[in-house]
């Protein structure tokens, strides 16, 4: 049987709870094929590959993303967006550009997560960033069911990490930017943050298990981090020449 725990949004002006559900042999069908995309679910710790010879430079930049004191506040234009929405793939330099704060809660907004939603939902993912659509700012949406009409949807404005925890698991990552490549990343098993909703309204909240994991992959995103960054040289050798093959795909 699946066991489900709810975590409270720590916030006056919200009412949402995020819900975090174990054991995924005993989830839907619906979830199992999403999760697929963002994990192989024959491999929930980690196991390396033989590594491969080194082919053509790729390589994992520093782990650390830039600093939130030199944000820059999004203009109308930089939030300026076409209809459908498309998935911007690796190696897209705007994968690695600085993400804008956003200020402006109206209307627009609410329209690109609306579109956001959606083509995450038609990919069959369970997150997606702002600059994984093209759009250089700091959103995030995601939905750990992966499924519209269930689950809980989860919009975050201008995230910030206020504690991770020490304990760290690996497990099976993919990503909508990067098709068919998966490996292991490690990561902590539970976070802390800040962020904005879609009204603007400030709250902090706890994840833990698939959302923490989902949410700190996203925020890679917005740090202009790639999920191969995080990956110890020997994953990441052993999935090198699929990358090469992305990059020889753009060129």
């Known amino acids: 049987m699946a066991c489900a725990s709810w975590l409270h949004l720590h916030s006056p002006l919200t009412r949402v709870v995020?819900?975090?559900?174990?054991?995924?042999?005993?989830?839907?069908t619906a979830f199992l094929h999403r999760l697929n995309r963002f994990t192989s679910p024959a491999r929930f710790t980690s196991s390396v590959n033989q590594t491969s010879p080194l082919l053509t430079p790729v390589h994992a930049q520093a782990k650390r993303g830039f600093s939130s004191k030199d944000d820059k506040i999004a203009s109308m234009?930089?939030?300026?967006f076409e209809s459908p929405l498309k998935i911007v793939e690796y190696p897209d330099p705007i994968l690695r550009k600085r993400n804008k704060?956003?200020?402006?809660?109206?209307e627009n907004l609410k329209k690109l997560v609306d579109e956001m939603f959606d083509v995450m939902y038609k990919t069959d993912g369970i997150g997606l960033s702002a600059?994984?659509?093209?759009?250089n700012v700091q959103l995030m949406v995601f939905n750990p069911v992966g499924e519209r009409g269930e689950g809980q949807e989860i919009v975050l404005v201008n995230p910030r990490v206020m504690k991770y925890s020490k304990k760290t698991l690996p497990f099976n990552e993919g990503c909508l930017s990067f098709p068919r490549i998966y490996a292991d990343v490690e990561r902590p098993e539970s976070?802390?943050?800040?962020?904005?909703?879609?009204?603007?309204?400030r709250f902090s909240v706890d994840l833990s298990g698939l959302p923490a994991r989902v949410f700190q992959h996203e925020f890679d995103h917005l740090q202009g981090i790639l999920f191969f960054d995080r990956m110890t040289d020997e994953v990441l050798d052993s999935i090198r020449a699929q990358l090469e093959?992305?990059?020889d795909y753009i060129e």
């Not at 995020?18 to 839907?28: C, K």
């Not at 234009?77 to 300026?80: A, G, H, S, V």
């Not at 704060?101 to 109206?106: G, L, Q, S």
């Not at 600059?131 to 759009?135: A, D, H, K, R, Y």
């Open 77 to 80: 234009e930089d939030l300026r």
């Open 131 to 135: 600059p994984q659509v093209g759009i």
């Open 191 to 201: 976070v802390k943050i800040d962020a904005q909703d879609i009204n603007g309204a």
């Open 101 to 106: 704060r956003i200020d402006a809660f109206d």
């Open 245 to 247: 093959v992305l990059i």
């Open 18 to 28: 995020v819900p975090i559900l174990h054991h995924p042999t005993a989830l839907s």
